[in-house]
């Protein structure tokens, strides 16, 4: 039986994406602007924007990051606003955008509709359930804690927190550890093949690795997902007793 269930967190049960985040940035610069004469809330957007952006692709494509340390999301987000608002003349509303940008994003961050009832039901078999996911450990825990996860995760693996990061074996590991668990027992849920799949499935070997497809596209010409594949969480409850039975 797969006493275990890991999920990943962004894109899998916290759906916060580009169109949520760009939002949230708009309506902190409405919020700088209505106090500062002077400050155009659209460019300075478009400026947090962009440097954000050219941040996330100079670390490189996907959500993995090197092992070791990396810096609390709240010391990136201050650099990023401070840089956006000098460009707009305004440098010293930094501290005041970072903490502004802090408390917009709790507000906005929200779970896709078939997440509760899903975990409720995991629950409710017995499983034990856990979150692997990479990033930020202050970033991460405040998303679980905006929308209400902790009451349904016996243990949480983050790996700004661990200093080591899916699709590597360490963190699952980390993590099968932490429920007295063994891989065989554990399965892994996530959107990314490239990190979810290929950690819990090949790296780590658990018992079983679920690809969470919501968008219904075809892997990669020649891509081996070596995964379980759903299009929606209410799927999962059915695929893992099926996978009990075998």
Known sequence: MLTTVFFDLDATLVDFGPAAWRATVRAVCRRLAA???GLDPGRLADRYVARYVARARAAGPGAQHPPGSIPAARTVWLGLWR???TECG????AGAAVEAYIDQRRTDYA??????DTLAALRGNGRTLGVITNGPGDAQRAKIAATGLTRYLDLVVISGEVETAKPGREIFDLALARAGRSAADACHVGDSLATDVAGGGRAADL???VWLNRAGLAPASGTDTGSHRITTLRALPG??????DR
Request: aromatic share 4%; glycine share 16%.
């Open 207 to 209: 018992g079983a690795a």
């Open 90 to 93: 305004h440098p010293g509303l």
């Open 239 to 244: 695929l893992l007793h099926g996978l009990d």
């Open 83 to 85: 840089q956006a608002l």
């Open 35 to 37: 106090g500062t004469p």
């Open 111 to 116: 779970l896709y509709d078939d997440v509760l």
